[in-house]
Every structure is written in C-alpha cells, then in structure tokens.
C-alpha cells in the first residue's frame, strides 16, 4: 500500500475514532510528540524536515475543483497543493471568526500527521518565535540560505515575480494554486497597501507578545484578536504566497478575491502558525480561567453592533477541513497535550 493511501487510511481510522470519541471516554495518548523552536533543531532535523515538505509535494494526483459541480482540474495537483486547495475552500471558516485558533491548530496538525505517515518524518514539529526575531527579521534563522536545509530568503522581484532562489526550495518545488508557479516572497516592513501603514514588526515583539498574554485573562475574544493582528503582520511581512499576492502572470480579474486562500504554498506557514499555536497553549495554561475559554465575545463588550461579536459561537460547532478530515468542534482541540492531539511544545533557547 502506497504511503499516500495510507495517510487517507489511517485519517479514516481517525474519523472513526473521532466519532467513537463523542460517545464514549477518548483514547490515551500514548506518547506525546514535540514541537521546537526551528533554530534549536539541528541542521540534520532541519532537512529531515524539508525533505518531508518535498516529498509530500513530489506526490501529485487528479484533484477536484472547489466549485460546487466537483469537477476535475486539469493536470496533476500534489498533496502538499491540497493543504493551499482546503485553506481555500473553507476560508470562511478558518479566518475573521471565533473559529480561527481552533482551525488552524486541527490543520497544522493535519499537516504534521500528513508529513509524518505519507513521507515518513519522525523529528519535531518546527515552529518559528518570530518575537526572538522582531528586530531584525530579515536575518531570522528561518531564511538560511542553505540547499539542503535552509528556507530560503527573500525572492527576486526585479526579474522574477519574486521568485525565491536560496534555500531547499529555490528549485524541484512547483505549486498549482492559483496557479502553476515557484515559491514567492518579498520580505518588506513597509508593503504600501495600506493607508498610514506602520512597519509590520510593530506588533511582533515580546512586549506586545507579554501584553497579548497577561491582560486578557479569561478573554478568549481579545487574546485571539491580538494573535490575528500578529498573524496578519507576519503574513504581510513575507509577501509573496504567504501574503496571498498572486503571480503576475494570473490575470487581475482571476486573483481578484483569492486573498489569503493561498497561504500555505509557503513552507513558513507551518512554522508561523505552529507559532500561534504555541502562543494560545501557553495563555491556556497561564490561568485556569483561560484554558477552556472560547467565546465570540469579549468578557466586557462596548460598541454591540460590532461586526466581529458573534454571540452564536459555540464550542461544539463542527469546523468543516474540506478532503482532509471530518468535522471538527473547537472542543474536540482544546488540549494539544490530550487525544487527538497528542504534543507539547518545548522552550529550549
């Protein structure tokens, strides 16, 4: 049996379980896996870790279209095109609601599951603490230039739509969404968009981590607000596919509207929302207040009207993950140390 056919295989075990869970007591974690800062890992765990990434991308398929006819796309779609395929398709859902921690923790999950039963990866799962990096994010450890195990750098935006061309996935990395294309990035502070803009590392520091923590205990709504503001600059920051800018080579009028859907053809979106991850895990267990906090409204509401207040949140609401898994409540994630999760993370320095 193929490893692909066995991820599908053992995500099915995983739905049944799943389901088994919501009616009887949830199986044990038998052993919990770990999660490291990517500049504490060795260059060895490193490339074991971008292989892992290649590999999965190496392994390409027929894929259904989002659109509600479930056609056939044209060409060879990978697994690793699937994850961009899934954040897209469910972007309703994944971001600007309650929902968006609870989300993106059972997806990085996914992908670390996908990496690990497809192509075999058994090292840590990487995170990156852009906050170690705040001053100076352009020399971050996650943009080694090296071949074998370096993420690469910026991209070449002067004769190359910003390609990227340092690190493991200058070359053999092709992405289908939107598009068949070459990892891209534009690392910049500044990107223009918007009016009155400030640099984007200006949200991204300790202080800013440390006042995001301790001054909203209890407040699920306000920590995840600030959480979103950390992502957004991160995002923005890199440029590229991790900031949803589409190739140049796509008309105006088909990018229109894609946005953020396209995200995880970057590499560093795993390590950026492990980060996030990590971020929400440590506030849970800051307080006992904040551990199974979640809500669609602050502790203490002003402006009602307010578009983000969604009252309705609830933390059985089955959150939908498209091909890559059954539906999954914000209850089911709350502890990563608990089944189905199963991780912790560490703070080697």
């Known amino acids: 049996m193929c490893r692909s056919i066995t991820f599908f295989y053992v995500l099915a075990i995983l739905a049944s379980n799943l389901s088994y869970a919501q009616e009887e007591q949830a199986p044990s974690c038998s052993t919990l896996l770990t999660r490291k800062e990517w500049r504490t890992l060795t260059h060895s765990e490193q490339a074991e870790w971008v292989g892992a990434v290649k590999c999965l991308a190496s392994i390409r398929h027929e894929r259904l279209s989002l ?11 990978s697994l690793y095109d699937d994850f961009s395929y899934t954040h897209a398709s469910v972007d309703h859902s994944a971001h ?67 390609a990227v061309t340092t690190g493991a996935f200058a070359v053999d990395f092709e992405l289908a969404w939107p598009m ?50 950390m992502h957004n600059h991160v995002h923005d920051f890199v440029g590229g596919d991790l900031a949803g800018d589409c190739p140049k080579a796509l008309p105006e009028e088909d990018c229109r509207g894609m946005g953020i859907s396209f995200t995880p053809n970057d590499p560093l979106f795993w390590l950026h929302h492990a980060q996030l991850d990590r971020l929400w895990s440590e506030w849970q267990r800051r307080h006992p207040s904040n551990f199974a906090a979640f809500s669609g409204m602050p502790l203490t509401a002003h402006n009602m009207t307010y578009p983000r207040y969604d009252p309705d949140v609830n933390v059985d609401h089955q959150m939908p993950f498209d091909v890559q898994s059954v539906p999954v409540a914000p209850r089911t994630v709350l502890d990563t140390e608990a089944w189905p999760l199963c991780y912790r993370y560490t703070d080697e320095q």
């Open 96 to 162: 600007k609601n309650a929902y968006f921690l609870p989300w993106h923790r059972w997806f990085t999950h996914l992908f670390d599951t996908s990496i690990r039963y497809t192509c075999g990866y058994s090292g840590p799962t990487p995170y990156w603490d852009w906050s170690r990096d705040h001053a100076d994010l352009f020399s971050s450890p996650v943009f080694d230039d090296s071949p074998e195990y370096g993420l690469g750098a910026t991209g070449d935006c002067e004769e190359a739509d910003c």
């Open 180 to 229: 068949p294309h070459v990892l891209r990035r534009n690392l910049t502070l500044i990107t223009g968009w918007y009016p009155h803009e400030r640099p984007q590392n200006r949200t991204l520091g300790p202080d800013f981590v440390r006042n995001a923590t301790e001054k909203t205990t209890g407040d699920f709504f306000r920590f995840q607000h600030a959480m979103e503001l």
């Open 67 to 77: 659109t509600k006819n479930q056609t056939v796309l044209g060409g060879k779609r």
